[in-house]
């Protein structure tokens, strides 16, 4: 089978996911880094939208993050990333549209954010995720597990991690904390 090309910018969050599928595969492949303020003319035969990450494999040419993380599932189907079960897959791909229309859009405008207005609505719905993460998936699916599904790591959490990981850059510029979960105490 032929080696995966993978186009990528190390400062993106949506490359990352798929260097981190790939990792989690063991996956060998060849890097290429795109500047993406001065992205190469070639490049956009590629990545027909121009953006990373792309992939070459074999004759395929995948783009999106969410699609190519897919398409590696597919290919390399061990360890698998998406649940057996195809309730719980569409249950996945459910949170993966989440992260990828609610969750990062809300970090976005927090980080981004021009004026205060701007950031102190980007920061009320970045909190709302977060809260709506923990209460609706986390704290029902993940069980005693350490991942989204329990014992296993997906898709999912893969695609969740480089925005958790750059959770620091909003605390550091724009003095973001992470909202306090309040439990229910249990009764014994």
């Known amino acids: 089978m032929s080696k995966i090309q993978l186009y990528s910018a190390k400062a993106c969050p949506y490359a990352h996911r798929t260097r981190l599928v790939l990792?989690?595969?063991?996956?060998?492949?060849?890097?290429?880094?795109?500047?993406?303020?001065?992205?190469?003319?070639?490049?956009?035969?590629i990545s027909k939208y121009g953006k990373v990450p792309a992939l070459r494999h074999?004759?395929?040419?995948?783009?999106?993050?969410a699609i190519i993380n897919e398409y590696i599932n597919d290919v390399f189907p061990e360890p698998a990333l998406l649940p057996k079960d195809a309730g719980y897959r569409a249950i996945a791909r459910i949170w993966i549209d989440y992260a990828n229309t609610k969750f990062s859009s809300a970090f976005g405008k927090l980080l981004r954010g021009k004026t205060d207005e701007e950031q102190a609505q980007g920061r009320q719905e970045l909190n709302e995720a977060i809260l709506f993460i923990e209460n609706e998936a986390l704290a029902k699916r993940s069980g005693d597990g350490a991942y989204w599904f329990g014992e296993n790591i997906s898709l999912v959490d893969l695609t969740f991690y480089p925005w958790f990981e750059r959770i620091p850059t909003l605390e550091h510029y724009r003095n973001y904390t992470i909202p306090t979960i309040a439990y229910p105490q249990s009764q014994g």
């Open 23 to 45: 990792g989690e595969k063991g996956i060998d492949f060849e890097y290429t880094e795109i500047d993406l303020q001065n992205k190469p003319e070639w490049f956009s035969s």
């Open 58 to 65: 074999g004759e395929n040419e995948v783009y999106e993050s």
